[in-house]
């Protein structure tokens, strides 16, 4: 890849709270201290890699942590790549990510198996600029510069996004940053425009500090993974706790749709997040997904990002995707091209 600019260290801008709850690419600091025991009835115990915010959080919201046949020792990473590399050390048997790491993962030969997965709105995967920005659209783009974080779901829509407007990357300065880096810079003027997620999109909307570009609707395919160890599921009676903890998710998915402003609320206080940004983001991303099958549609969409990914040189090899699903779990669950949910009116945005 061409015309990268170095990363430019830049001052915080957002809650460092806020940093662990990101569902990221590639991570400086790796991950976060271990949590503590969820008290259960059985000898079993599952180790699960979370982020801030994340799958502890809303299972405690929606009442799904009450009498677990199995305890679970919760660690707490700042995004998806260190999750992954602590499944394939053997040191956390599942973990939610994106649909980007467990792609370089595997392209890094990493041991992991995607076991379980949600469908949601793209919209909150967006190419934003300032609110004064002459760009308009896509092909606005050429010559400009882009923060985006290495390895994360917007790196892929970013490219996915050029593409599409008969651009590619060699088309536009790219400055590689994490999220807190990025929003100085995309702030103080110093990039034109920003590829993100939620909550990071919904934080500059909400606060009038940008506008989207474009977004990910039609562009990525808006899926989120539990990603655990193969050794895990190698194990009887960690196989079947790991079925039943996806499930508990599942469940507390629904309750997020039903339950948007309690969930919110939550999300707030365990992330720092203004309880308006988190609505937002609730509303616009995280309360869409839907459970779906791990299908071949699933698996073939995941090739593409895989392919991509190793056209432009970013993982060292290729590999066939579906070498790193079990579908044991899928149950009846719909298509992963089930249609994402919604809230049924017009975003603030």
């Known amino acids: 890849m ?45 180790n699960v890699g979370d982020q801030k915010g994340g799958s502890e959080a809303v299972l405690r919201a929606a009442g799904e942590l009450d ?10 990473f700042t995004s998806g790549p260190p999750l992954l590399e602590a499944v394939n050390a053997k040191a956390v048997d599942v973990g939610s990510v994106g649909n980007t790491p467990p792609v370089f993962a595997a ?36 010559g400009r510069s882009v ?32 999220p807190a880096d990025a929003l100085a810079a995309f702030t103080s003027g110093k990039v034109d425009a ?18 989207v570009l474009t977004d ?22 960690k196989a079947a706790a790991i079925g039943d903890y996806v499930e508990r998710l599942r469940r507390a998915q629904d309750w997020v749709f039903d339950h948007p402003e309690e969930w919110a609320k939550v999300w707030a206080e365990e992330t720092g997040l203004p309880y308006e940004v988190a609505l937002d983001a609730v509303e616009l991303t995280h309360g ?20 991509t990914f190793a056209d432009l040189g970013l993982i060292p090899r290729r590999f066939d995707f579906a070498d790193f699903v079990d579908d044991r779990f899928n ?16 975003s603030s945005r």
Do not use: M
């Open 2 to 46: 061409k015309r990268f600019l170095p990363a430019v260290l830049l001052p915080l801008a957002l809650p460092l709270t806020l940093l662990l709850a990101a569902c990221s690419g590639a991570s400086a600091d790796g991950s976060g201290g271990a949590g503590g025991n969820t008290d259960g009835k059985g000898s079993v115990t599952l």
């Open 331 to 346: 149950k009846d669950l719909p298509p992963s091209t089930s249609p994402a949910r919604s809230y049924g009116k017009a």
């Open 288 to 307: 869409t997904r839907v459970p779906v099958a791990l299908d071949q549609a699933a698996i073939a969409s995941e090739q593409g990002i895989a392919d």
């Open 147 to 178: 923060a985006v974080a290495q390895g994360s779901s917007a790196h892929f829509q970013l490219i996915a996004s050029l593409r599409k407007a008969g651009l590619t990357l060699d088309d536009i300065k790219v400055t590689l940053l994490q």
């Open 67 to 76: 009498d677990l046949p199995y305890r679970i020792t919760w660690s707490t």
């Open 216 to 237: 990910g609707e039609g562009v990525v395919n808006g899926l989120n993974f539990q990603v655990a160890a193969p050794s895990a599921l190698a194990d009887k009676d």
């Open 107 to 142: 392209g890094a030969g990493s041991k992991i198996t995607v076991v379980a997965a949600t469908h949601g709105g793209s919209r909150g995967e967006a190419i934003l600029v300032p609110k004064d920005s002459p760009l308009t659209k896509t092909t606005d783009l050429k």
């Open 194 to 211: 920003w590829a993100v997620w939620d909550p990071y999109t919904s934080q500059v909307l909400r606060g009038g500090q940008g506008r």
